[in-house]
């Protein structure tokens, strides 16, 4: 199954733990077979009164065979486990890494409540791979072989019998058990996704569910997906209870016949009796070590299809990313070239942006404005590379952005986003997010700079920022961006909830701190642009028209118009 190579790759680095930890289990396996059935050969000895020594060796071994079993089942526990959380943390880093650069493109084409429980499930489900599915089997035929191999030296028709027992509970049973497994985990699975995306939306949506009086309805759809979960999970326990139900029934019906089969064999005089309870006590305890079998299936399916589902989050061929190689100076002012530039979101009927072409000399300031839904916020999504382009090429410097190393452009830009995300902690907390160090003094003129003067740097952040008006996010996010010593800005309707003095004063800090640098500016509003080296009027995901401020308006296109209503809206009267 090509899902599990990355299962399979991991465990061929971790051979040598391997290796000693299926040694481990054949030797406890077997130690614990011999000991058993050295009980059975004591106790029936001793109805002959054998001599002394001879109770003193059965004793002595018994006792020896005791400590190697626990010996060798501690090694084998040590070694599997040992092999099973260096794979896991070998997967969780290889995953994480692969995972990183497709996260927009991830995040947007699943729902993310379930994803994010997906993926931390998923991963945590490959640790039973090793340790429940695959090596397990190798370990419980070894020590039936080598047991049927010893009682064939007595019976060859009770080697039989065992080999009998071994096809039933390492291949029939598991079989049984795994397809009806396979139908109802399908279902928990599809009942474990639903409530996960319902908890999500309810625990976001909460406010707006409460004042459109929708909370009652949706808590009442919560509890019913909780109780559809509840007994999809019933019935594969129910399934997995069965599966052990019959390795015991296979069991006894095996030792059974080993006791009727050494009986009848004794009667005909072509088995010692003093060796049926050895044999019995040996059948026993072989099938004892096959019960993990019963529940390798429910392990089975679970991994294989977490490796399937981590594989296609990470690894379907459109979203392979490209190798990069080159990084970006952070030195000068940056320079940016778009040459034909498509992109389609996945599942929508039509692209964001199409056949996008625009050129920025280092340095320019450029405002992007056009109506919403226009494709401005995704234009700068594919310059941070935070999503490939179907059709054309970006270019920062010269250089191809797929042959750019993502750290590097996100090192040279000061970027604001329409959403910023705001972390749990103080406004301290929330400024230095590089890991570089600022001086109190400098964070507190920034925040002068971004018009939050009586902000103190202690002051603390909840979660998302809900303490924050959406004006004090928004400065809050700028002041992030002016700590940053890059030299491309890319600032996202960066202002759109401020008013308009304060929105003045922030641009003026902004702009004399840029001055050398190049600044694409995504915005609504039209005042201020006139300071502008470039406009670039984007509609539908194509350049309708770009020009200086009063080269537009002397064009009286589409910039000019937007220009006018906006006047009229703010009581100046238009041309
Ligand atoms: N994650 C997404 N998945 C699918 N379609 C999307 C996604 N984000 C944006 N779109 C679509 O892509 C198009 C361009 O969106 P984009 O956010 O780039 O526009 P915009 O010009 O920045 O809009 P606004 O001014 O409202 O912010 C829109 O039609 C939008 O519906």
């Not at 999504?381 to 010269?398: M, V």
């Not at 008006?469 to 940053?484: I, V």
Request: with cysteine; net charge neutral.
């Amino acid at each position: 199954m090509s899902e599990l190579a990355i299962l399979s790759q991991a465990m061929i680095r971790e051979r040598k733990d391997i290796i000693l930890s299926i040694l481990g289990g054949f030797v406890a396996g077997i130690a614990g077979v011999v000991l058993f059935s050295a009980s059975g050969y004591l106790i029936s000895q001793t109805v002959f009164a054998p001599p002394l020594y001879t109770l003193i060796v059965l004793t002595s071994l018994v006792k020896l065979l005791g400590l190697i079993r626990a010996v060798s089942r501690y090694g084998e526990r040590l070694y599997s486990h040992r092999a099973t959380f260096s794979m896991l943390s070998r997967l969780r880093t290889s995953f994480f890494a692969k995972l990183i650069p497709l996260t927009p493109g991830v995040l947007s084409n699943r729902r993310s409540g379930d994803l994010l429980a997906r993926i931390v499930g998923d991963v945590e489900s490959l640790q039973h791979y090793f340790l429940r599915v695959a090596y397990p089997p190798i370990i419980v035929v070894m020590v039936f072989l080598t047991t049927m191999l010893a009682t064939a030296s007595f019976s060859f028709w009770m080697a039989c019998l065992l080999l009998l027992g071994m096809l039933g509970t390492v291949l029939v049973v598991p079989g049984i058990v795994l397809l009806g497994y396979r139908n109802i985990n399908g279902h928990v699975r599809k009942q474990r996704a639903l409530l996960s995306t319902e908890v999500t939306e309810v625990l976001y949506g909460f406010r707006e569910l409460k004042v459109y009086g929708q909370l009652a309805k949706r808590e009442q759809q919560l509890r019913q997906a909780s109780a559809a979960l509840a007994a999809e999970q019933q019935r594969a326990a129910g399934q997995l209870l069965r599966g052990q139900s019959m390795h015991a029934f296979v069991t006894y019906l095996i030792s059974w016949g080993v006791l009727a089969l050494g009986a009848y064999l004794i009667s005909d005089g072509t088995l010692a009796g003093v060796y049926l309870a050895m044999l019995v006590m040996a059948s026993l305890t072989v099938f004892d070590e096959a019960s993990a079998m019963a529940t390798l299936p429910a392990y089975k399916q679970d991994s294989e299809h977490a490796a399937k589902r981590l594989t296609e989050a990470v690894l379907t061929p459109t979203m392979q990313p490209v190798k990069p190689s080159r990084t970006l100076n952070t030195d000068h002012a940056v320079s940016i070239e778009l040459s034909g530039v498509s992109f389609q979101y996945e599942g929508e009927w039509r692209p964001a942006l199409k056949n996008f072409s625009l050129q920025i000399p280092p340095g320019f300031k450029t405002a992007i404005v056009g109506p919403s839904g226009s494709g401005k916020s995704t234009l700068i999504e594919l310059l941070l590379k935070l999503r490939t382009p179907t059709a054309g090429d970006l270019r920062l410097n010269g250089i191809s952005v797929q042959e750019l190393e993502e750290s590097s452009i996100w090192k040279t830009a000061n970027v604001v986003l329409q959403q910023s995300h705001f972390f749990r902690g103080t406004i301290r907390d929330n400024l230095v997010m590089d890991g570089e160090d600022h001086s109190d003094g400098d964070l507190l003129d920034i925040l002068a700079k971004v018009q939050l003067p009586t902000t103190s740097l202690t002051d603390p952040v909840y979660e998302k920022g809900e303490n924050l008006s959406d004006g004090e996010k928004q400065r809050l996010a700028l002041a992030r961006a002016m700590l940053r010593n890059g030299k491309l800005w890319l600032l996202d309707e960066p202002t759109s909830s401020l008013d308009y003095v304060t929105e003045q004063r922030v641009l003026t800090h902004l702009y004399e701190q840029a001055s050398e640098d190049t600044l694409l500016l995504i915005c609504h509003r039209l005042n201020g642009l006139e300071g502008m080296d470039r406009i670039v009027v984007v509609e539908q995901g194509r350049v309708i028209e770009s020009g200086s401020y009063s080269e537009l308006m002397e064009q009286k296109g589409y910039f000019y118009k937007m220009k006018q209503v906006e006047l009229q809206l703010i009581g100046e009267t238009g041309d």
